[in-house]
């Protein structure tokens, strides 16, 4: 909160028209089941950025990231109307990003590498919960545009209490992204069995910090309007096209698969 206070009053002192685009992300809608203490089950309510948007920018203080949206949803308005602000909000982010850093996301690489470690996969409850998807490069393209559309001086993006976008490329089901590790990675030996077990909130938080939020809350959205405005449409594979290598990776990772040049090297040395 601190730093999104002083980045704002920063640009306010400028005294210059300029934009701020803030990353927040979509655990920001996870509030009902925190507050219900409820993991791996499915809820209906599906946010959107269009008609809905209202009730995305009014959302519960307790949300996650909601402190640090109402500093910049507050930012036009902090600045005298200096400041234009938009919130990108991602859910869950997959896919090798394209920068010289980290090429590595979060929620369902760890989620691979648990069932990989513990040699077995699992549910959170039922595993009946739903989360959004975006490929890294797919959100990148939604900074493109809304920058694109900042140095424009007919730039159609909406910006301060309308400028907020989702960046989805559709939903999926926890258990199924849980299924669908737990049988490629005993079909390729990783694993010695395509059956799961279940786990509750202090077991998925004991296979990774938060883990019974990452990977059992719902996180439902629709992002309509960066393509209404933008003209953005997701263009790369979804996550479950891109599971075998996002396992392979994090076998790597774990020392549990070698390499071309390793598998090599075994057979000379053994011929």
């Known amino acids: 909160m601190d730093s999104a ?3 704002v009053a920063g640009l306010a002192l400028s005294g210059k028209k300029t934009h701020l685009i803030h990353t927040s992300g979509t655990g920001v809608l996870t509030f009902a089941d925190f507050e219900a203490n409820t993991y791996g089950i499915k809820r209906d309510k599906v946010y959107n950025d269009w008609d809905g948007i209202g009730e995305v920018i009014s959302l519960p203080d307790a949300a996650l990231h909601r402190k640090v949206d109402k500093i910049i949803l507050g930012a ?3 600045s005298a109307g200096t400041v234009n602000t938009a ?3 991602p859910p869950c982010i997959y896919g090798p990003g394209r920068g010289p850093d980290n090429q590595r996301s979060i929620q369902v690489y760890d989620y691979a590498k648990a069932t990989l470690m513990r040699n077995k996969g699992f549910l959170v409850g039922t595993g009946a919960n739903i989360w959004t998807q975006i490929h890294i490069q797919d959100l990148s393209a939604v900074y493109l545009a809304l920058v694109t559309a900042a140095l424009s001086s007919y730039g159609d993006a909406t910006w301060n209490d309308q400028g907020y976008y989702f960046a989805e490329n559709g939903e999926f089901v926890w258990g199924d992204v849980a299924r669908g590790i737990a049988q490629y990675a005993f079909d390729k030996n990783l694993i010695n069995s395509n059956e799961l077990d279940t786990v509750d909130k202090d077991g998925a938080d004991q296979l990774r910090a938060a883990g019974s939020y990452q990977w059992g809350t719902n996180s439902r959205c629709k992002s309509i309007r960066a393509n209404k ?3 953005w449409k997701p263009m790369h594979k979804s996550v479950f096209d891109l599971l075998p290598n996002i396992i392979q990776a994090e076998a790597q990772a774990l020392g549990r ?5 390793e598998e090599a090297a075994e057979g000379r040395i053994m011929r």
């Open 5 to 7: 206070e002083a980045l």
């Open 229 to 231: 405005l933008l003209g």
């Open 76 to 78: 036009n308005a902090a």
């Open 257 to 261: 698969l070698q390499t071309h040049a």
């Open 87 to 89: 919130i990108v909000c």
